[in-house]
Every structure is written in structure tokens, then in C-alpha cells.
């Protein structure tokens, strides 16, 4: 079954945050929760400013931070009104510093998404992940050093 343009779009959306973060675009990252809510289960930041602020622990290596965030075995579930969504998808980062790091897994996890529509745009309303593996982090987030 081909995939509607509701779950193509909301695909790209995942994407883009994938993209986006691995880009170093803290910026545009955090606008993705310009109407929503991310952040570890139990610990959300709501909206860009709280976003930003997390993203301020973020350790850039030349303006990236040297990971690719690979999301599988995504499942997308757009509601029969065509207003909402829910997804569940699987998050390997990996990270490599030259010199200094060997590519490794330094975290996999689960994401577990809500959406909305909102004239005609998909958003994001939570994206709550549940960590399931913790590599090592210390070169990835200063708050965690």
C-alpha cells in the first residue's frame, strides 16, 4: 500500500529532525517545537526557548556535532481526520570525533511522537524519548561529561 501524503509529509518532518540536529542547526531544530514538547519521558522542554536552552549542552565540533541519528522501524498512524498523528520509530545516534572518539553507539532509544495539522502544515506536539542503551555521551552533551 502506497504511503498517503499525510505520512509522506510526516515523514519528512522526521527527517528534517534528524537532519537538522546532526547538521548542528540548533536553531531550526528547536523551531520544530515552536507548538510542541521533546525531551527524555519524565523531562520535556515545551517550545523553542526551553528547546534552545537544552541545546545549549550540545557540543559542536566545528559547528556539528559529528552524529548521525538513524531512525528505524518507524510506524506512522495519522488519525481518520486527517488532523492528528502518532508515531513510534527506533533512534541509534552515532558519533565519531577524529583523533579522538572511534564510531560508536552512544545511544539508542525509542521515540514515541504526537502531531497535529495546522493549516495544512504538519507539527510536532511531543516528542518524548525513552532511552534504552546509554553509550558513552561525553563528547556529545556537556551535561553529560
Not at 520535556?44 to 556535532?65: C, H, K, Q, T
Not at 558519533?95 to 507539527?123: C, M, N, V
Request: aromatic letters at 8%.
Amino acid at each position: 500500500m502506497a504511503a498517503s501524503s499525510d505520512e509522506l509529509a510526516l515523514q519528512q518532518l522526521l527527517a528534517s529532525y534528524c537532519d537538522l540536529i546532526d547538521r548542528g542547526n540548533t536553531q531550526a531544530f528547536a523551531a520544530l517545537f515552536a507548538k510542541g514538547a521533546w525531551g527524555i519521558v519524565g523531562n520535556m522542554a515545551v517550545g523553542v526557548e526551553e528547546v534552545s536552552a537544552v541545546l545549549e549542552n550540545v557540543i559542536l565540533y566545528d559547528g556539528v556535532p559529528n552524529t548521525r541519528h538513524l531512525s528505524t522501524n518507524v510506524c506512522i498512524t495519522v488519525d481518520p481526520s486527517g488532523h492528528s498523528a502518532k508515531a513510534t520509530s527506533c533512534i541509534t545516534v552515532m558519533q565519531h570525533i577524529p583523533g579522538d572518539f572511534p564510531l560508536q553507539p552512544i545511544f539508542i532509544g525509542s521515540y514515541h511522537d504526537t502531531f497535529a495539522k495546522h493549516r495544512g502544515e504538519w507539527h510536532f506536539v511531543e516528542r518524548a524519548i525513552t532511552p534504552d542503551l546509554v553509550g558513552d555521551m561525553s563528547r556529545h552533551r556537556a551535561d553529560m561529561a
